[in-house]
């Protein structure tokens, strides 16, 4: 089966520490995108990459970064400058970056304390 | 800029009802036009998609939108709902060539009563 998968699902984290959370796709996607949700603010865009070994900062990057060596993999590490990084965190892909279809992945949930 | 607005933060219908979820967006051209669900703790789902052609569209799980250019309007329907549909629905844009990324909604929660 096709699709985007995101681990863990759920991940906890102790103030101070850098945490990075994993995104796989096997649809062969040229597109990744990183989203925050916290309630009633819809999705806000971290990173996009459009291609491997490139990415561009979305709205909200700071306090976030990530990396694409590979087309199947964009994990996005955040930082302990990020004020807020409690939330959850949903990775997308589309087949390039002319195709504004996403595909979503199920999501990770950060409490940080 | 470009905007996407989903005046409904939340909606309580009955099961077998019918439902409409609004969704007005700001763009100067016809843009392409998304509806996803997301169910708690979930990622999101896409619904249905338009980008030209036929202005209503018709999605997975009994869905439809249809696209009112004099409106800016892309309203998502279903004639009767169910208990499954109990979810959260975001209508999203992208509008090409001012930006690459797709534009959210602030999402809309429906709630089911049986």
């Known amino acids: 089966d096709g699709g985007i998968t995101q681990s863990p699902k759920y991940l906890f984290r102790k103030e101070g520490q850098n945490v990075t959370l994993s995104c796989e796709q096997n649809l062969n996607h040229d597109a990744m995108y990183w989203y925050r949700q916290d309630p009633g603010q819809g999705l806000r865009l971290i990173y996009y990459s459009q291609i491997v070994n490139d990415f561009q900062k979305g709205d909200i990057a700071e306090g976030y970064s990530v990396s694409r060596e590979k087309k199947e993999s964009f994990p996005l590490t955040v930082t302990s400058a990020q004020k807020n990084p409690t939330a959850f965190y949903l990775c997308?892909?589309?087949?390039?970056?002319?195709?504004?279809?996403?595909?979503f992945g199920p999501g990770t949930r950060l409490t940080v304390t | 800029a470009q905007s996407v607005t989903q005046p409904d933060i939340h909606i309580t219908v009955s099961e077998g009802a019918s439902l409409e979820l609004r969704c007005n967006y700001s763009?100067?051209?016809?843009?392409?036009l998304f509806w996803y669900v997301q169910s708690p703790g979930q990622g999101l789902q896409l619904l249905l998609k338009y980008f030209s052609g036929d202005t209503l569209v018709q999605g997975i799980k009994g869905f439809e939108a249809e696209f009112k250019r004099s409106q800016s309007s892309f309203n998502l329907r279903k004639p009767s709902v169910h208990w499954s549909d109990a979810a959260e629905y975001f209508c999203a844009v992208g509008a090409p060539p001012h930006t690459d990324k797709l534009i959210f909604g602030t999402g809309t929660r429906l709630q089911v009563f049986p």
């Open positions: 763009y100067g051209a016809t843009p392409y």
């Open positions: 997308a892909s589309s087949i390039d970056d002319r195709s504004y279809e996403q595909y």
